[in-house]
């Protein structure tokens, strides 16, 4: 049973900086994708950014492009989702996910739908105040 930890999240005035972390419990698995998605009240979940783990191959939504960048650490098992230039409408709450079934090749569409990921992080809340 893979477990994703998210942490990180907190209270930003806009303009500022977070960064998350994803801790990603095993990783025996190789080329899959983890993901950040966020969900702001009363909103669907929306896809942030992805990473292909072994590739560099990186996704983001038009709404953060930009000023958001994700990352990974092989060693330490974690993927990261920095945040600049933040916005009051960056508030939500942030959930890491992983596709551990793999795949040859992901696409943006792959990676963009909740229903690509088959784990998900417990969320982690960040609110950007005006």
């Known amino acids: 049973q893979v477990q994703l930890v998210e942490s990180g999240g907190g209270l930003v005035q806009a303009g500022g900086s977070l960064r998350l972390s994803c801790a990603v419990s095993?990783?025996?698995?190789?080329?899959?994708?983890m993901g950040w998605f966020r969900q702001a009240p009363g909103k669907e979940r929306e896809f942030v950014t992805a990473?292909?783990?072994?590739?560099?191959?990186?996704y983001y939504a038009d709404s953060v492009k930009g000023r958001f960048t994700i990352s990974r650490d092989n060693a330490k098992n974690t993927v990261y989702l920095q945040m600049n230039s933040l916005k009051p409408e960056d508030t939500a709450v942030y959930y890491c996910?992983?596709?551990?079934?793999?795949?040859?090749?992901?696409?943006?569409?792959?990676?963009?739908?909740?229903?690509?990921?088959?784990?998900w992080g417990q969320g982690t809340q960040v609110t950007v105040s005006s």
């Open positions: 996910a992983a596709d551990t079934r793999g795949r040859t090749f992901y696409s943006r569409s792959d990676v963009s739908k909740v229903t690509g990921y088959d784990y």
């Open positions: 095993e990783r025996t698995f190789t080329n899959y994708a």
């Open positions: 990473i292909i783990w072994s590739g560099d191959n990186t």
